[in-house]
């Protein structure tokens, strides 16, 4: 992370060991930037990408959808169906995505792909997906803190899936999402290591950007140019050699894994099943 630093979100504020070396006491400022990562041990994480290497995103994305507009009017119907799903189970399960504090957070994609992710078994992937974390939210902070657009819940006046982190989200840009950037980073990265999950994987990072719908901190469109973002921040990512490299150590790690048989650590079967539940009449 060689960007301007952001003040990241309390979802990953409580430090951790991460590979033995990396201890990381930051996060997403509700996916406002690029978390910091401080490390009392070794050198902080850092992303991949730096300088003009992180896709610029106040050039890539459009303005956000003004009041009267089509765009915005679907906005505003997505919210309200999203806001109906509240206290369901899969509000519940927007709040378990929302969290994306080290190392717990690297399992968001474990049942997608069939197994754990842990320090253990797969300390490279672990880095991978938080050095590509961090690349992916650092893709959406010109945009962020260039239009301050404000949340569905500001607007609203209902509840979140985080009500503990509601404060601090008032004050933080909504468009484009963080969460949905770094969530297609992932679910396109794992894709290419196991193309036989492809399709889970895939379909894991669509319900992971709906999950920021239904928790009621993003916008439709917010989750729509976070993906943009994503799919804009892999393509700098394969010319890192850093990334290249860490990129074939996780694959052969997951190989090793999967030839182990070892489930991940995650109930799985109940994942799947509330994912299943969608946005009613979403896009």
């Known amino acids: ?10 979802a990953m504020s409580r430090c951790k060991p991460l590979l033995h070396a990396l201890a990381l006491c930051a996060a997403l400022t509700a996916c406002s930037s690029t978390p910091n990562a401080v490390s009392t041990q070794a050198p902080a994480a850092t992303g991949y990408l730096q300088g003009d290497a992180i896709p610029d995103s106040l ?10 507009t089509a765009r915005a009017a679907l906005d505003e119907a997505v919210a ?51 050095r ?24 609203n006046g209902q509840p979140t899936c985080t009500p503990h982190e509601e404060e601090r989200l008032r004050n933080t840009g909504s468009y484009p999402s963080g969460h949905s950037a770094i969530g297609w980073t992932w679910a396109l990265l794992l894709s290419e290591i196991v193309p036989d999950r492809a399709t889970a994987l895939l379909d894991r990072g669509r319900n992971y950007g709906y999950s920021r719908l239904v928790c009621n901190v993003h916008w439709y469109s917010d989750v729509q140019e976070g993906q943009a973002l994503a799919a804009a921040t892999v393509a700098r990512l394969h010319d890192n050699p850093e990334f ?40």
């Open 132 to 155: 590509s974390l961090i690349s992916a939210s650092a893709s959406t902070k010109a945009a962020k803190n260039h239009y301050r657009r404000p949340r569905p819940f500001v607007l």
């Open 59 to 68: 050039a890539l994305t459009p303005l956000p959808p003004a009041t009267g």
């Open 244 to 283: 290249n490299a860490d990129l074939r150590l996780a694959r052969r790690e997951i190989e090793a894994t999967r030839a182990l048989g070892l489930p991940p650590s995650r109930d799985c079967n109940a994942e799947t099943e509330v994912l299943k539940i969608d946005i009613p009449d979403a896009p």
């Open 1 to 10: 992370m060689m960007q301007p630093p952001f003040r990241p979100p309390p």
């Open 80 to 130: 309200r169906q999203a806001v109906a799903m509240r206290d369901s189970p899969r509000f519940r399960q927007a709040g378990l995505d929302a969290d994306l504090d080290f190392p717990g957070g690297a399992e968001q994609f474990s049942c997608a792909l069939g197994i754990p992710v842990n320090e253990r078994q797969t300390p490279a992937l672990m880095r991978l997906l938080l």
